[in-house]
């Protein structure tokens, strides 16, 4: 099982970025998926997971308004959307997949991570 996130880089201030989470060996539909992240010297935090049945989202209020996750079953991909970025943005972003179906912002409910992807906002 492999989750592989890509999408990463460096933008300015304002800018957007587009991450893609990808499974081989494991089916995303019907369970839970998630973005995680984690910037220097802090710990991981949620940011968005999207649900494994009607595709309801939940989101970090930090990140409320600016990320959008999406899923696109046909190609067994998890998409997270991010707008107006800022300088705390900056993290190494996760995605990971839950045995559950519906959201959760528990990173101890997700059993699959990938290696995760570098986002870096400049000021």
């Known amino acids: 099982v492999q989750l592989v996130e890509s999408g990463g880089g460096l933008v300015q201030a304002g800018g957007s970025l587009r991450l893609s989470c990808a499974a081989s060996?494991?089916?995303?539909?019907?369970?839970?998926v998630g973005w995680f992240r984690q910037a220097p010297g802090k710990e991981r935090e949620f940011v968005a997971a999207?649900?494994?049945?009607?595709?309801?989202?939940l989101y970090a209020e930090s990140v409320k308004g600016r990320f959008t996750i999406s899923r696109v079953k046909a190609l067994n991909m998890v998409f997270l959307e991010m707008r107006s970025l800022k300088p705390e943005d900056t993290a190494i972003y996760y995605c990971?997949?839950?045995?559950?179906?519906?959201?959760?912002?528990?990173?101890?409910?997700?059993?699959?991570w990938g290696q995760g992807t570098l986002v870096t906002v400049s000021s």
């Open positions: 990971a997949a839950s045995r559950l179906r519906a959201y959760t912002s528990n990173s101890e409910e997700y059993d699959y």
């Open positions: 060996k494991l089916t995303l539909s019907g369970r839970c």
């Open positions: 999207i649900s494994g049945d009607d595709g309801a989202t």
